[in-house]
């Protein structure tokens, strides 16, 4: 039995019609954005997830959690990283993009 494999981008497309899926994905962008920014700032760093643990004074799976974007981490924690891998934190507020209307 062959298997036939979806590219992920197509299953995206077709998933994206759907105005629930793209409400629940667009509630998750500001943690996505959180997650990607931790992601860049310790590969800039050119440091693992390990190494980041260490200069915070925590475990590697305190980091992995929050690179994984599951958890809501305090101003705190998110300058102890920034310190950790040599860079500052920021925090700005943006205009709220208008919603975008479900094509009928």
């Keep these: 039995m062959t298997r036939k494999f979806i590219p992920v981008a197509e299953s995206f497309r077709e998933w994206h019609k759907d105005p629930e899926f793209r409400a629940a994905y667009d509630a998750l962008e500001d943690e996505f954005a959180l997650a990607a920014a931790l992601i860049k700032a310790r590969g ?9 643990a260490a200069a915070m004074r925590t475990t590697q799976a305190v980091v992995a959690r929050l ?20 860079t500052k934190l920021r925090i700005s507020f943006e205009p709220v993009k208008p919603r975008r209307r479900a094509r009928r």
């Excluded at 800039?44 to 980041?52: I, N, W, Y």
């Excluded at 690179?67 to 040599?86: D, N, S, V």
């Design 44 to 52: 800039d760093a050119d440091m693992t997830q390990e190494q980041v």
């Design 67 to 86: 690179e994984g974007g599951r958890i809501r981490p305090t101003t705190r924690t998110l300058e102890r990283f920034a310190k950790a891998t040599g």
